[in-house]
Structures are given as structure tokens and as C-alpha cells.
């Protein structure tokens, strides 16, 4: 399995109902639109409605994380929507070719 991000650190950065949560979005094929630019990745998450997410990942680790959400405001923590976005960049890490992800490391 390749991945972008460990997933257990990104369990460390979330109460665990959270992160249920944003693996819920990530099964219901709610994360679209996903953009790489250098080391920032953005997507939408189609939850009740439409959030706007923005990370920046450095050596593979997340340095910055925004989301639309009111959530995302009250905690420094991720919010569900930033956790289905990473689940969804890795899943996108371990199937696709890796030219894809210039700005990013794929970790074997
Ligand atoms: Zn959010």
C-alpha cells in the first residue's frame, strides 16, 4: 500500500468520531475535484453541502489545512472534510501513476 500521508498521524490530529467521520466521506465518494499545485492539494467535499478544502503538505506531512466548514474554525485539529481529502489523495497514491503527484512524495 502507498500513501501520501500515514494514516495513523492523521488519526493523531482528530478525535477518532471525526475521523469515522471523514472516512464515511471517503467511502461515499464525496471528495471531487482534486488539485494538485506544487505542495498544495484542493478539493470539494460534498457533505449536507459543498466545502472547500486547501492543504499543504511538506515531506509529507500536512503543514496546513483549510476548510469551508464551521468546524474547521473552532478547532486546530482536522475537520472530517480535510480527513476525506487525505484519504482520498492516498487512495489516489497507491492506484494512479505517480507523475500525477510532481509536488509530492508516494511513501511504499
Ligand atoms: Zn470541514
Do not use: W
Amino acid at each position: 500500500m502507498s500513501f501520501i500521508i500515514d494514516p495513523e498521524t492523521i488519526k493523531l490530529r482528530c478525535p477518532i468520531n471525526v475521523y469515522q467521520k471523514g472516512q464515511l466521506l471517503f467511502n461515499g465518494n464525496k471528495v471531487g475535484r482534486l488539485n494538485f499545485d506544487g505542495n498544495h492539494v484542493s478539493a470539494l467535499v460534498f457533505d449536507d453541502k459543498e466545502y472547500k478544502v486547501d492543504i499543504e503538505i511538506v515531506d509529507n506531512k500536512v503543514v496546513n489545512h483549510k476548510c469551508t466548514c464551521k468546524e474547521s474554525t473552532q478547532t486546530i485539529g482536522f475537520c472530517k472534510h480535510v480527513i476525506a481529502v487525505l484519504l482520498t489523495l492516498n487512495r489516489a497514491a497507491s492506484q494512479s501513476e505517480r507523475t500525477v503527484f510532481a509536488g509530492f512524495k508516494v511513501i511504499d
